[in-house]
């Protein structure tokens, strides 16, 4: 692994630039997507605004969180491997959380094919609390990058 440590050179600042870019797309996803499922959810199974939502909630996941997830995650490792992060506990913690968005984005996608199906199983305060779980990730992972606490 040692032999990664410093391949990027002179373009490990724009790949840098280009993760932070990504994640901050990704975020606004994982934002988006259950404020949506909140508006979703009070509509009636089979409307015409269901019909909408399950069409707005599709777009968000196959435009914009997919594919930031994918190229956060393709960066996110190239600049791990760059800085020779494995090993490290503020990075092992960081990839715990970015693991645990990573699940949290599929728990959306299934819900939200609940919701299409015109299942309701949560409650609106559940989804809304739901909201608040990348904004706490992101809050850490910052603290985990840039102080490095342990």
């Known amino acids: 692994m040692n032999n990664w440590v ?3 050179g002179n373009a490990y600042p724009w790949v840098t630039a280009a ?5 901050i797309f990704w975020m606004a996803g994982l934002f988006l997507l259950p404020r949506f499922y909140v508006y979703h959810h ?13 069409e707005r909630n599709s777009r968000v996941r196959s435009i914009i969180l997919t594919p930031a997830m994918l190229i956060v995650w393709a960066l996110g490792l190239l600049l ?23 699940g949290y984005q599929g728990w ?18 559940t989804l809304r609390i ?21």
Do not use: C
């Open 19 to 23: 993760h932070v870019t990504f994640v």
């Open 6 to 8: 410093g391949f990027l």
């Open 80 to 102: 791990a491997f760059h800085i020779g992060a494995f090993g490290q506990h503020w990075f092992d913690a960081k990839l715990l959380l970015v693991l645990g968005l990573t």
């Open 130 to 150: 739901m909201n608040e779980i990348p904004g706490i990730a992101t809050a850490l992972i910052v603290v985990l990058v840039i102080v490095k606490p342990f």
């Open 42 to 54: 009070a509509t009636a199974a089979g409307s015409v605004e269901d019909r909408a939502w399950i």
């Open 108 to 125: 959306l996608g299934a819900y939200g094919r609940k919701l299409a199906a015109g299942q309701r199983p949560l409650a609106n305060r």
